[in-house]
């Protein structure tokens, strides 16, 4: 039988032997609980959590566990994530714990059917499969408030300066100052004139987001309405609302999955969940396109991690699932475009809210800005030289300048 391997980083509280604290990451969440229990038969054994080693790291130690296949309910992302992760976080003895990473199994991955599109479908739907180009996205911003007339307005300049990708932001759902009946219509009719009077296809990613009995009903709607792509809040939601949708049958559409509220898990290097963790399941769950970080941009982070949560979403060897586009997300602009180019590679979504729609000259300017940054990183020239014969470019690294 195989085993789900979890890799934790723990820094046992003064006083608790390292050791101990090891077994009881493995016993917690599988067979065994504070103390000796005389309910234990034999037979139950086999299930135990296994310590398969532990190493001094940093100010504690990191640990490797087993998890025999069979404690797992296949293909309940619930379920898994109770026994990998569970209870941990609290127990008092522990100063800190974080799960660092999940190798999961055939058998454990065996029930999950992974992106219906991965990079290569969602560059061919875009048109980008010969150019290899990186992808540029954007927020509709402000995060809330425009009605579905200027949303739709705001998705037209931005698409018709260049972007691939338009998303709704987290907080932007059905409300009524933009209900998605009226937004999802407006935004495709727009879409729809640029891609007559260019031929791109650009896709709006509507975020159906929802409580957990209406989220597929609003997926279904918003195919009604016309969608090209779905977006979904894994924390909020739960990392099993990407799989509802990616399995679907009625819904063939690429899945944008936000990540709203993670840093609360993912943020703290000594506890909580490390985004790649998530990665993997999200991966195993369906997601196409998944926000992991930038370089340069608002948002903390850790580039070892970033650039290992990104290969996880894109190894080619994955039990057979597609892979996953990373989208490097927030506080960018087009000064960091380069540097994100060269640390994270070309198959990755750079999306701009703020480095978009404030741009000196608008939303389309601040969109063509993106496109020649990325053009200018494709080239091989610098942003600035770039910059002297790019005047949206220009202007943006004027206002905000290179990252360098
Ligand atoms: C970005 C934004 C997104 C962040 C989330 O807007 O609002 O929600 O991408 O971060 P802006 P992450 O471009 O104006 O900063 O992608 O790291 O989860």
């Given at each position: 039988?195989?085993?789900v391997?979890?890799?934790y980083?723990y820094r ?11 077994q ?5 969440q599988?067979?065994?609980?504070w103390t ?7 037979y139950?054994?086999y299930?135990?959590?296994r ?5 001094p790291?940093?100010?504690g ?12 309910e296949?293909?309940?992302?619930p379920?898994?994530l109770?026994v990998?992760?569970?209870n ?5 003895k522990?100063a800190?714990?974080r ?15 992974g992106?219906q599109f991965g990079i ?21 911003k ?8 200027d949303?739709?307005q705001?998705?037209?300049e ?5 972007v691939d ?5 987290e907080?932007?759902t059905?409300?009524k100052?933009?209900?998605m009946?009226d937004?999802?219509?407006?935004v495709?009719?727009?879409l ?5 009077d ?5 896709l709006?990613?509507?975020n159906v987001?929802a409580?957990g009995?209406k989220?597929?009903?609003?997926a279904?709607?918003a ?9 979904v809040?894994f924390?909020?939601c ?9 399995e679907d049958s009625?819904?063939?559409l690429?899945?944008h999955v936000?990540r709203?509220?993670h840093a609360a898990m ?8 490390a985004m790649?963790a998530f990665c993997?399941?999200i991966r ?14 608002k948002?903390?982070h850790d ?6 949560d990104?290969?996880a ?5 994955y039990?057979?699932?597609?892979d996953v586009?990373p ?5 960018l602009?087009?000064g960091?475009v380069?540097?994100e ?6 198959d990755i979504?750079l999306?701009a809210?703020?480095g978009?729609?404030?741009h000196?000259n608008g939303?389309?300017?601040g969109?063509?800005a993106m496109?020649q940054a990325?053009?200018a ?7 600035e030289e770039?910059?002297k ?6 202007a943006?690294?004027?206002k905000w300048?290179?990252?360098a």
């Amino acid at each position: 039988m195989g085993e789900v391997i979890g890799t934790y980083y723990y820094r046992p509280k003064a006083g608790v032997d390292f050791k101990w604290a090891a077994q009881a990451i493995a016993e917690e969440q599988t067979t065994g609980t504070w103390t000796d229990i005389s309910t234990t038969q034999e037979y139950v054994r086999y299930l135990d959590g296994r310590v398969h080693e532990v190493v001094p790291y940093n100010d504690g130690y990191i640990t490797k566990v087993g998890f025999a296949d069979d404690i797992f309910e296949p293909g309940s992302i619930p379920q898994y994530l109770s026994v990998v992760s569970g209870n941990l976080y609290g127990l008092s003895k522990l100063a800190k714990v974080r799960l660092l990473d999940l190798d999961f199994t055939e058998a454990t991955t065996a029930p999950f059917k992974g992106p219906q599109f991965g990079i290569e479908g969602i560059r061919k739907i875009v048109g980008t499969d010969k150019s290899r180009r990186p992808h540029v996205g954007t927020i509709i911003k402000p995060k809330v408030g425009l009605n579905p007339k200027d949303t739709a307005q705001v998705s037209y300049e931005a698409a018709i300066g260049g972007v691939d990708l338009i998303k709704d932001d987290e907080t932007l759902t059905d409300q009524k100052f933009c209900p998605m009946a009226d937004r999802l219509p407006a935004v495709m009719e727009q879409l729809d004139r640029v891609k007559d009077d260019t031929g791109r296809t650009v896709l709006y990613a509507i975020n159906v987001s929802a409580p957990g009995d209406k989220i597929l009903e609003r997926a279904e709607e918003a195919i009604d309405l016309g969608a090209n792509m779905l977006m979904v809040d894994f924390v909020v939601c739960g990392i099993d609302a990407v799989r509802v949708l990616a399995e679907d049958s009625s819904i063939q559409l690429p899945l944008h999955v936000h990540r709203t509220m993670h840093a609360a898990m993912t943020r703290e290097p000594e506890h909580g969940v490390a985004m790649r963790a998530f990665c993997r399941l999200i991966r195993m769950a369906g997601g196409d396109q998944l926000h992991t970080g930038t370089i340069s941009g608002k948002m903390d982070h850790d580039t070892a991690e970033l650039l290992g949560d990104n290969k996880a979403l894109t190894d080619p060897n994955y039990f057979g699932l597609k892979d996953v586009f990373p989208v490097a997300s927030g506080g960018l602009a087009p000064g960091g475009v380069a540097r994100e180019i060269e640390v994270l590679g070309k198959d990755i979504i750079l999306q701009a809210g703020g480095g978009i729609h404030g741009h000196p000259n608008g939303t389309r300017a601040g969109a063509t800005a993106m496109r020649q940054a990325v053009d200018a990183a494709m080239q091989g020239t610098t942003l600035e030289e770039y910059a002297k014969d790019h005047a949206e470019l220009a202007a943006a690294l004027e206002k905000w300048g290179t990252f360098a």
